[in-house]
C-alpha cells in the first residue's frame, strides 16, 4: 500500500476559501470552500495525482522538508504550509472496480433464453470471464 506525505501550501482568499499547491508535484492544485474542505481536497488530489504518476510510471519525488518550504513571495497573506498524507491504493481500487460498459453480440436464441431465465448478464458475463482467465479478483 502506497502512502505518502508531502507539503502544500494553502493560501487563503476573503471569502474564506483556500487554494493548495504541491511545491513537490507541480500540477497538483485543488481549492476548497473552507480549511476543512480544503484540507479534503488537498488530500483527494494528492492521491489522484500521484496514483496517476505511479500508472504511469513516473518517478515519485521525494517530499521537501516542510521547514524548507518557500511560500511564494506573491501568495495572499496568511499562507501557510502544513503536511498533507494520502494513500494510493484506495484511488487504484476505484479505478479498476469501476465498471466498463460493454456492447456485445450473440444469437437471439441465447439472447431470448437468458432473458427468459432472468439472467444478468453482467454477472453471467464476470463469472464467465473470471473462470476463463482463471482469477477470483483484481490483484494489480
Known amino acids: 500500500m502506497a502512502s505518502y506525505v508531502y507539503p502544500a501550501i494553502f493560501e487563503p482568499y476573503e471569502d474564506g476559501s483556500y487554494v493548495v499547491s504541491f511545491p513537490d508535484l507541480p ?7 473552507d480549511l476543512e474542505d480544503a484540507l479534503r481536497m488537498a488530500q ?3 492521491a489522484l495525482h500521484l496514483y496517476g504518476m ?4 513516473d518517478v515519485i519525488p521525494a517530499p521537501t522538508d516542510a521547514s524548507k518550504v518557500v511560500i511564494p513571495a506573491d501568495a495572499n497573506p496568511g499562507a501557510f504550509v502544513t503536511l ?12 479498476m472496480n469501476r465498471a466498463v460498459k460493454k456492447t456485445l ?9 437468458a432473458e427468459e431465465a432472468g439472467l444478468n448478464f453482467s454477472q453471467v458475463l464476470q463469472r464467465a470471464l473470471k473462470e ?5 479478483e ?3
Open 27 to 33: 500540477g497538483c492544485v485543488t481549492q476548497g470552500d
Open 105 to 113: 453480440t450473440l444469437p437471439r436464441w441465447l439472447n431470448d433464453a
Open 54 to 57: 505511479e500508472r504511469d510510471g
Open 44 to 46: 483527494e488530489a494528492m
Open 132 to 136: 476463463e482467465l482463471g482469477v477470483v
Open 84 to 95: 498533507i498524507h494520502a494513500r494510493t491504493e484506495p484511488i487504484r481500487d476505484e479505478v
Open 138 to 140: 483484481f490483484k494489480p
